[in-house]
């Protein structure tokens, strides 16, 4: 078992590390020291815990109930650098690849102020896709002041206490007897002035309760002039209880005024104006109106925000891509993909129509809600994205392909193995076998094969062998057995690369016909070679496949 101290020293390292890597170029020996030290670090700790699993606070950092970091320095604290995103937990498996730890502490040593203005640690680490590195993320990412608590507990005293009061006036409502005849007197237009006015500068807020006096007032009101003045405060007090984080009252207000029109609780006449205010939930006004409030850090619970799009209609997706490239945080994105995903259900066309947009990060939201969605007919318009000049939108399609198409789209994903950008190349391998057809398998194999194959990255490399993985039959053995042989003269190093990589796939495969091999390669002076046939030689002696 590891010692605490151990640990403690190792996230010293990963500070450490931190710095390193913005000094130091890649080709410094400085910068290949403290990848190989990190790596060495962490490999250690989850082959004796099987996995390395850090629970992380705004200032601690746990392993298991043990405080193992504590700092408070917003600059230099580890801790909060990960929880300002939204990381509470990370997950170190066994098995861990070099290049995995080292993509790891690239991102964690980014200067995201500079070198990554519309990402963050998150994202970056989603696209990364890793296989031996799990994350948790909290989609509700909101740093506590100092004195928050105290301060929310004050507001929720006050607010009670509030409450207090009003359940004392309908008590003493509820005292006094009714006259037999009560009139009816209409209230001027400065009165329902007058009555907004009281309300915004109340601390409580009382929407809920003017929209149950406007739809009273309706019910009484006579004329088209009233339909609109009354309708017409409606819709202020629908933005005004967005703008002020009061969804509850919005979604009361809309699905009152659908169910009245069902149930024909108001004259024909009135309907059209009740639709008028319904539609009006959708406009643009509506929609920043929700922007705001959820870059200003507002927090609603999932089930008002699943709510809340079920009041929406398909009439707001445009205003709603719109927005999505305005947001400021990683949470309000969040927030608005789920409406989109949830609206787009019933117009695929209409979020699509938001590939088009000249933004690439919206471009690729876009993307990953029609993945969300699932809907097949979105594949036409997927697959004009993998041409998009920015390689991050390329990749994110590349995904949704790979998991939403099938044998029709694996030839389009084929020429997406010649990109120039190695990530791109690599979706492509994952989707290609995602997708899992015959075709997928041939394409896989017969890559391998290819002449070029042996220059490509170990990394890339490494990434065919484990989708060839996925079919493991008898040929993809032989394959396997064929490349484990192979010597060369020439190109020794990248020969040793492919060989390693063909050591992981045999261990995945649970090949016992390449233990024999594997024996004779575990002492090679190939230290990339020397570790994955250790690893594989460890996995097929353990069952651990």
């Not at 850090?54 to 392993?63: E, S």
């Not at 695929?348 to 000249?358: E, F, K, M, P, T």
Request: charged share 30%; proline share 2%; net charge negative.
């Amino acid at each position: 078992m590891v010692e605490t101290e151990e640990i403690k020293d190792l996230l010293q390292s990963l500070i450490k590390a931190k710095k390193n890597l913005r000094l130091y170029p890649e080709n410094n020996p400085i910068y290949k020291k403290t990848i190989d030290t990190i790596y060495g670090r962490i490999s250690s700790a989850v082959e004796a815990e099987g996995s390395l699993t850090f629970r992380i606070r705004q200032y601690d950092i746990f392993l298991q109930d043990d405080l193992i970091y504590h700092n408070e320095d917003k600059e230099e604290s580890l801790s909060l650098f990960f929880f300002k995103d939204g990381v509470r937990e990370i997950t170190f498996k066994q098995g861990i690849p070099l290049e995995e730890v080292e993509d790891f502490l690239k991102i964690i040593s980014m200067d995201f102020d500079k070198e990554a203005l519309d990402d963050d640690v998150v994202t970056l680490m989603w696209e990364r896709d890793f296989h031996f590195i799990d994350y948790l993320v909290d989609d509700t990412i909101l740093l506590e002041d100092e004195g928050y608590e105290e301060m929310a507990t004050k507001e929720a005293k006050g607010a009670y206490a509030g409450g207090e009061e009003v359940l004392r006036a309908y008590d003493d409502a509820l005292g006094i007897e009714r006259s037999s005849a009560i009139s009816i007197v209409p209230l001027t237009n400065n009165d329902l002035k007058s009555i907004i006015e009281e309300i915004e500068n109340e601390p409580t807020d009382k929407t809920f309760l003017l929209m149950q006096i406007l739809f009273d007032m309706l019910a009484e009101a006579q004329g088209k002039a009233e339909f609109q003045e009354i309708t017409d405060f409606m819709k202020k007090t629908i933005v005004y209880s967005i703008s002020h984080g009061n969804l509850d009252t919005v979604i009361y207000t809309i699905k009152k005024i659908r169910n009245s029109i069902k149930r024909s609780l108001y004259p024909d006449e009135v309907n059209p104006y009740l639709k008028g205010v319904d539609y009006h939930l959708n406009s643009a006004g509506c929609i920043l109106a929700l922007g705001d409030i959820l870059d200003s850090g507002a927090e609603f619970e999932a089930d008002t925000l699943h709510e809340f799009s079920h009041v929406l209609s398909k009439a707001s997706i445009p205003p709603l891509i719109s927005l999505l490239g305005e947001l400021k945080n990683i949470s309000s994105r969040k927030a608005v993909i789920k409406i989109i995903s949830e609206l787009g259900k019933q117009d695929i066309n209409a979020v699509a129509n938001g590939l088009s947009d000249r933004r690439w990060y919206v471009v690729r939201n876009i993307i990953y809600i029609l993945r969300q969605i699932g809907d097949r007919r979105a594949i036409e318009y997927l697959t004009r994205s993998i041409r998009h000049p920015d390689k991050r939108v390329r990749k994110e399609a590349i995904r949704a392909l790979g998991e939403m198409g099938s044998g029709d789209v694996v030839s389009i994903l084929k020429g997406c193995l010649t990109d120039s950008d190695e990530s791109i190349r690599v979706a492509a391998v994952r989707a290609i076998g995602h997708i899992g057809t015959i075709v997928s398998k041939k394409i896989i194999t017969d890559c391998i094969r290819g002449k070029d194959f042996r220059d490509l990255s170990f990394s890339e490399k490494r990434e065919y062998f484990e989708t060839l993985a996925r079919w493991p039959e008898g040929d993809t053995e032989e394959l396997v057995l064929r490349v484990l042989k192979k010597q060369t003269f020439f190109k020794r190093i990248k020969n040793d690369e492919t060989r390693a990589a063909a050591a992981y796939c045999a261990a995945l495969i649970g090949s016992k016909e390449a233990a024999g091999i594997l024996e004779k390669l575990k002492d090679s002076k190939n230290r990339i070679l020397k570790e994955h046939v250790i690893s594989a030689i460890n996995r097929l002696n353990n069952g651990k496949i």
